[in-house]
Nanobody, 115 residues
Framework: QVQLVESGGGLVQPGESLRLSCAAS????????MGWYLQTPGTQRELVAQ???????IYADSVKGRFTVSRHNAKNILYLQMNSLKPEDTAVYLC?????????WGQGPQVTVSS
């Protein structure tokens, strides 16, 4: 079983920054993909950014140049540095880890961007 514990959400003003963390524990294959998804009420989860264990990254167009995804492979920790936050970034941000045929999700911290 894999557990994902996220932290770092909160309320910030437009233009400010936040850093999210996701610590994964359990039996995780060394080759895996970790990512952040966002979800707002009534919508499906959307990919924000993901990174493979080899370091390859994918970003949603809406966050390119503002968000940076990174990871500490030895500790299985995923990060998301969120800069220049906008009100439309407001959402629950869910951590996901995928390997082989398995997918695990975290609960997601709330990020609220409002003046």
């Amino acid at each position: 079983q894999v557990q994902l514990v996220e932290s770092g959400g909160g309320l910030v003003q437009p233009g400010e920054s936040l850093r999210l963390s996701c610590a994964a524990s359990g039996s995780i294959a060394s080759r895996n993909v970790m990512g952040w998804y966002l979800q707002t009420p009534g919508t499906q989860r959307e990919l924000v950014a993901q990174i493979t264990s080899g370091g390859a990254t994918i970003y949603a167009d809406s966050v390119k140049g503002r968000f940076t995804v990174s990871r500490h492979n030895a500790k299985n920790i995923l990060y998301l540095q969120m800069n220049s936050l906008k009100p439309e970034d407001t959402a629950v941000y869910l951590c996901r880890v995928q390997f082989r045929r398995y997918t695990f999700w975290g609960q997601g911290p709330q990020v609220t961007v409002s003046s």
